[in-house]
């Protein structure tokens, strides 16, 4: 409380009757003076004393409530006040300090503004100072101290307020940073051929940097390579795309003596690698009713090239048709099988019995195609057990099952096809049977075997094999010991997921990642590392060890789940490449920065706010390690908020805003004295004039 006294004025009559009287008092005394009248100063007397009587001045005495003032001291704690030595450490110390000196000045209440991390926005600070000024009224707002390196994102055109803003820099001026940038990379490339990346090395804080810098490419953990740099200039690398599915690059600027931070020395990049339009070759035997089955599948795929044909009748046969009559043209056995054949990724056989067609030097080139890398798919039928069977070829070296002798290798029984245990776990089958039992559309055919090799995904009855999946060599091989999968097409009993399992197989044997079934994937989102390991194996699986972008190392478990997976979660907030090991296969993840645009620039600079202080007539400070900090005064409002000099006083305008709680008033000339004195003053005057 404080008590303030002023003189006032209230006027019995209104203003402009009393200024009249005043008017006409002049005009009575102006003879008097012209004439130097005895007496004529008591009359001015009598005339000022009814005049001030009229006028009723008085002493008014109020009781003052100060209302106090607010500082807001805005808080920067975005990731680039973070990632520089030293930084956090200073602006804690300077938080500190300034907090305990606003509280001890007087009149003033404190209110701290924390501005978090943006996110992929970069540094909110206006947003965050906005939302506390809309809860402040400007009347008592003293002005504004913002605790920041200056990397502000959000910075306004004009000035969101009219109180003094002062800038508080961690550091001295002129810091350097060397940076990292990627200007083009690309999300994906095709499998087998070159991406190129675009990225620069810049100095920032210096003028024309001449020289070089050393850049480490580390691709998928694998050992490094180096190239030279030209900093401040575009430089491209070439990158070729050996496989399917993410790689993943590390590049690593060398870091320049005097920078602030090597945190954006760094960049982390993921290209997908897809392939190209796959030829296919479809070799269909004699005509069957799910002859066109697999014709359908894979021209439906727009990334499929597909080549087909059907052997119509065998060689051997002579019935005297014309040839012009037999084929549109005569089947390029030496074309496809020798010459071109490398060019297939895929060759399918379906229901198809080598009469003669195949030599075995073509059969046995096919089997060094799988061998080599390539992918083969058979589809049989009672072909598989009669003399012309595949399996009496040179092919059989590398099919996983050959059939039993006749009579008992076609077995013609209703059955329902069976995912096995191994196909459970297996993703080319894993899902397709929800239940213990399958609910599908029956089968009435299927060729009993002796499985040879790969693994029994699907079964007939008694356990027998119906789906056999096999890797030879660097290839694969799908052998399907059954012609009636065309029934689900047709809907029969309900049908079956014949299109989803048809797609998987032709994708595995043609190695999508996403289908592998011996495979360690990593990923991370949302700052957390996300490993799935997917196996055959029925046992459980084994410790993951995760390398961190540093080299520190943590060993995690892993959590069984469904269709051969088993999962682990890990926390991954430093930005770089992250490594995952069973013992056996590596995974690797790129955690690229939250907020990008923190990592632009590091250095502690006031240039994005250079005009907003300049039109506000805030003050730049240098805060050095915490603890050169300026002097704070309260000023009045009008005089100049910040002193001369880069470690001048900086001021918090005085707003004396207050509210009144009480009024006395004592009237200094009241009726008992100011008629007495009116008289007195009138009989002087008269006394006077009367000598």
Do not use: C
Not at 401 to 427: C, K, M, W, Y
Not at 433 to 458: D, F, H, I, K, N
Not at 519 to 533: F, K, M, N, P, S
């Amino acid at each position: 409380m404080q008590q303030f006294t002023t003189l006032d004025v209230a006027p019995i009559i209104p203003l402009w009757l009393l200024a009249a009287a005043a008017g006409l008092s002049a005009l009575a005394l102006l003879p008097g003076f012209l004439r130097r009248a005895r007496g004529i100063w008591w009359r001015a007397a009598a005339f000022a004393a009814l005049l001030l009587a009229l006028a009723n001045p008085r002493l008014v005495e109020e009781t003052r409530e100060l209302r106090p003032d607010i500082a807001l001291l805005v808080v920067d704690a975005s990731d680039s006040t973070q990632l520089v030595p030293g930084r956090a450490a200073a602006m804690a110390a300077a938080r500190q300090t300034l907090e305990a000196r606003l509280g001890r000045l007087d009149n003033l209440e404190l209110r701290v503004v924390e501005v978090p991390e943006g996110g992929n926005q970069g540094t909110r600070l206006f947003t965050a100072l906005e939302r506390a000024l809309a809860e402040t009224p400007r009347a008592h707002l003293a002005g504004v101290l913002a605790l920041t390196d200056g990397q502000v994102h959000d910075v306004p055109p004009t000035p969101p307020l009219d109180a003094p803003f002062h800038l508080l820099l961690p550091g001295r001026p002129g810091e350097m940073d060397r940076r990292l940038r990627v200007i083009e990379a690309p999300g994906f490339g095709i499998v087998g051929r070159t991406v190129e990346l675009r990225v620069a090395v810049d100095d920032l804080g210096l003028d024309n940097a001449p020289g070089t810098a050393r850049l480490t490419i580390r691709r998928d953990g694998a050992a490094a390579t180096e190239e030279a740099v030209p900093v401040g200039r575009e430089h491209r690398i070439a990158v070729p795309i050996e496989r399917g599915g993410p790689t993943v690059l590390e590049l690593l600027a060398e870091p320049r003596a005097g920078e602030v931070s090597a945190a954006n020395n760094r960049a982390v990049i993921t290209i997908n690698g897809v392939r190209d339009r796959l030829r296919v070759l479809l070799v269909s035997g004699e005509p069957h009713a799910g002859e066109r089955t697999w014709r359908r599948l894979l021209k439906a795929d727009p990334g499929v090239d597909l080549v087909h044909f059907t052997i119509l009748r065998p060689p051997e046969k002579d019935d005297l048709t014309p040839l012009n009559e037999l084929a549109l043209i005569a089947f390029p056995v030496r074309e496809l099988f020798q010459v071109k054949l490398r060019e297939f990724d895929l060759i399918v056989f379906d229901r198809f019995a080598n009469r003669g067609i195949l030599p075995p030097a073509y059969m046995r080139n096919i089997a060094e195609f799988v061998r080599a890398g390539g992918a083969l798919l058979v589809s049989v039928g009672p072909e598989f057990s009669g003399p012309a069977s595949l399996a009496n070829t040179p092919l059989a070296a590398v099919l996983p099952a050959r059939p039993v002798a006749p009579p008992n290798a076609i077995q013609e029984t209703p059955f329902r096809p069976r995912i096995s245990d191994a196909g459970r776990r297996h993703p080319v089958t894993d899902g397709l049977q929800p239940g213990p039992e399958p609910e599908w559309g029956r089968w009435y055919r299927y060729l009993r075997s002796e499985a040879r090799g790969g693994t029994t995904v699907m079964e007939a009855p008694e356990g027998a094999p119906l789906l056999q999946l096999d890797r030879v060599g660097q290839g694969r091989v799908a052998l399907l010991l059954s012609d009636h999968i065309w029934l689900w097409a047709r809907g029969h009993e309900g049908g079956g997921p014949q299109q989803e399992l048809l797609r998987r197989m032709a994708h595995w044997l043609m190695r999508e990642p996403e289908l592998e079934e011996e495979d360690l994937t990593a990923r991370i989102e949302a700052g957390r590392l996300q490993v799935v390991r997917r196996s055959l194996a029925p046992g459980p699986p084994p410790e993951i060890v995760i390398t961190a972008p540093d080299g520190s190392t943590q060993r995690l478990p892993l959590a069984p789940s469904s269709g051969g997976r088993a999962t682990a979660e890990a926390e991954a907030m430093a930005a770089g490449m992250w490594q995952a090991s069973d013992g056996r296969r590596q995974a690797y993840a790129a955690a690229v920065p939250a907020n990008p645009a923190e990592l632009a620039d590091l250095r502690a600079s006031p240039e994005r706010m250079a005009a907003l202080l300049q039109a506000n007539g805030g003050a730049i400070r240098w805060l050095g390690d915490g603890s050169r900090l300026p002097e704070l005064r309260r000023v009045t409002a009008g005089r100049d908020m910040a002193g001369a000099g880069a470690a001048g006083w900086i001021g918090l305008r005085r707003n004396a805003d207050h509210s009144v709680t009480g009024i006395s008033a004592l009237p200094l000339l009241p009726p008992w004295l100011a008629l007495p004195l009116l008289l007195g003053l009138a009989l002087l005057a008269w006394r006077r004039e009367a000598r």
